[in-house]
Structures are given as structure tokens and as C-alpha cells.
């Protein structure tokens, strides 16, 4: 794969219905995949490896029918060596979810970057925003986790806030 294909976001065309098969063949199956398959220690995060240790990684999803679809959970199951299945995860709890502070993350960057006016100016700054997160961050937000779902179960399962 060429080092240009590599800083393609996988950008789900319009018009484009995300079923199952969709989600699996072109999102997971190729995209996902080649993510956690990065191995350089050094680059943007779109060359990085995301993973210092494939036994260190959870794959969770949340309720959307693609991801819950019986042929998605199996193929999951099968590709993923750590992977919760429908109803092991609390699909709607931001305090349990670390992409949901991500996506404010990346949400901030495009913010920076200025007001949109097209689809594809919008697309630009959505890579540009990606590109630019360090995979620290990543680390951070998922050596986190136990102290949140620490605080999840003192509070009894109520909303930690920030």
C-alpha cells in the first residue's frame, strides 16, 4: 500500500447506506484492519501503530444495526482477538467509551481550521484534523480507562462528568 493511500480517511460515500456488509467489507475489512496493522513507532497517527501490544486491544462498538447484525458480531469475533459481543458493553455511556472524547478532540481541530463552505472542504479539514492528533493522545485516552470505570462503579453506574 502506498504511503498516500495510508493518509486516505475512509470517507463513506454519499447515498451510501452503512449495512452490515458494507461496514465489514469496506470500513472494518479494510480501513480498521490496515489501522492496527501499522507497525512504525515514529509518524502521524494514519502511520503510527495505534498498538504497542495486540493483547492490550478491545474492539467495542455500539447499537447501530451494522454493528449488531449477527455476520458482523461473528466476523468480529473472528478478526478481532479481543472482542465484545452485543450486550457486553454498555453501548451509550460516554464515561465508558473513550472515542466519544476523540471525537471532541478532532471536532475542536476542525473548529480551528476555520468555517466550511463544501463537502470537500469539509473532507480536508476532517484529514488535516486526523493527521494531527499525536498518538498520545490515543494512549491517554485509553490508559484512562480503569480510573473511569472505577469511578463508574463507585458512582453505581451514574455519569461521571469530566
Known amino acids: 500500500m502506498s504511503h ?27 480501513t480498521c484492519l490496515d489501522a492496527i496493522s501499522h507497525s512504525s513507532k515514529t509518524g502521524s497517527i494514519v502511520v503510527r501503530s495505534m498498538l504497542l501490544n495486540m493483547s492490550d486491544f478491545l474492539f467495542m462498538q455500539d447499537g447501530a444495526p451494522a454493528h449488531t447484525a449477527k ?13 465484545w459481543k452485543k450486550g ?33 472542504n469539509l ?9 494531527s492528533i499525536d498518538v498520545d ?3 491517554n485516552l485509553v490508559s484512562g480507562m480503569p480510573d473511569r470505570i472505577r469511578k463508574v462503579i463507585e458512582l453505581h453506574g451514574d455519569y461521571i462528568g469530566q
Not at 495510508?6 to 463513506?12: G, K, R, V
Not at 481541530?109 to 470537500?120: F, P, S
Not at 473532507?123 to 493527521?131: G, R
Open 4 to 30: 498516500r493511500a495510508l493518509l486516505e480517511l475512509h470517507i463513506i460515500p454519499q447515498k451510501q447506506s452503512v449495512d452490515a456488509a458494507y461496514y465489514r467489507d469496506d470500513i472494518l475489512g479494510v
Open 71 to 83: 455476520a458482523m458480531q461473528e466476523w468480529c469475533t473472528n478478526n478481532f482477538p479481543h472482542f
Open 88 to 120: 457486553e458493553w454498555s453501548a451509550n455511556s460516554p464515561n465508558l467509551n473513550p472515542i466519544e472524547n476523540l471525537w471532541s478532540i478532532l471536532a475542536d481541530k476542525v473548529d480551528k481550521l476555520g468555517q466550511v463552505n463544501t463537502i470537500e
Open 123 to 131: 473532507i480536508q479539514n476532517l484529514k488535516l484534523a486526523w493527521i
Open 137 to 139: 493522545i490515543l494512549n
